[in-house]
């Protein structure tokens, strides 16, 4: 079955900082690979997915992910972190309609 | 804008209790799903309805019922629940088609505690 490990449960960044969120997959076939944001008291949204074809994925709010197959990895990245980025990201893994989510990252924002 | 309207947001019960959680979707979607977020853990399906049949049952305790009149309602029956079930219960919807790689649109859950 597949799975996701989302390395480092915190991360904390300066205003203007490079984001880097580690997330590493497991899957019996080619993956489908998903990041999703949680806001205080909201449910997630889909920042960005990757099916097939181009490894550098682009999402909303210039958040962008690559998926290198030799690692397994699916590793969030935004150049220059905001304080409206301060919230709770999952990496998730999905076969079918079983999608199988990481334990989550919550990204703080310091002034 | 999600689509996935949960009521009620707030839940407290008592664990002789029986409450239901709703859910609907304004998306035209034909998968609806109920997921649990506990604290410190990776978010826990529940429970998948495909076309308003249950293809998917977790292992869940049986004192978690659901029920999926149509493809935009979707229930979640609590009844004599633990303490450890206190938990944000999301629900979501997808459009499966094949079924590989459908993004899910997450509602903004509700918060239960158990007493």
């Known amino acids: 079955a597949q799975s996701v490990t989302q390395l480092g449960s915190h991360v904390s960044v300066s205003e203007g900082a490079l984001v880097l969120l580690r997330c590493n997959y497991s899957?019996?076939?080619?993956?489908?690979l998903f990041w999703y944001v949680q806001y205080p008291n909201q449910g997630l949204q889909l920042l960005l997915k990757y099916t097939t074809g181009a490894t550098l994925v682009k999402g909303i709010n210039g958040f962008e992910a690559e998926f290198k197959k030799s690692e397994t990895s699916f590793h969030l990245t935004k150049p220059s972190a905001h304080m409206s980025d301060a919230a709770e990201y999952f990496c998730a893994v999905s076969e079918r309609y079983d999608m199988r989510f990481g334990a989550g990252t919550r990204l703080t924002v310091k002034p | 804008e999600t689509g996935v309207t949960q009521t009620p947001r707030h839940l407290v019960m008592g664990m002789t209790n029986k409450k239901s959680l709703k859910c609907e979707q304004h998306?035209?979607?034909?998968?609806m799903y109920w997921y649990k977020q506990s604290a410190k853990k990776p978010l826990e399906l529940m429970f998948v309805?495909?076309?308003?049949?249950?293809?998917e049952n977790n292992s869940v305790p049986s004192r978690f019922s659901p029920e999926c009149p149509n493809s935009s309602h979707l229930f979640l029956h609590l009844h004599t629940l633990q303490p450890e079930d206190s938990a944000l219960y999301l629900c979501?919807?997808?459009?499966?088609?094949?079924?590989?790689?459908?993004?899910?649109?997450f509602g903004s859950g509700t918060q239960l505690s158990v007493l």
């Open positions: 309805y495909n076309f308003k049949e249950q293809t």
């Open positions: 979501a919807s997808s459009q499966l088609s094949g079924g590989f790689g459908e993004k899910l649109f």
């Open positions: 998306l035209g979607h034909n998968a």
């Open positions: 899957s019996s076939v080619p993956p489908y």
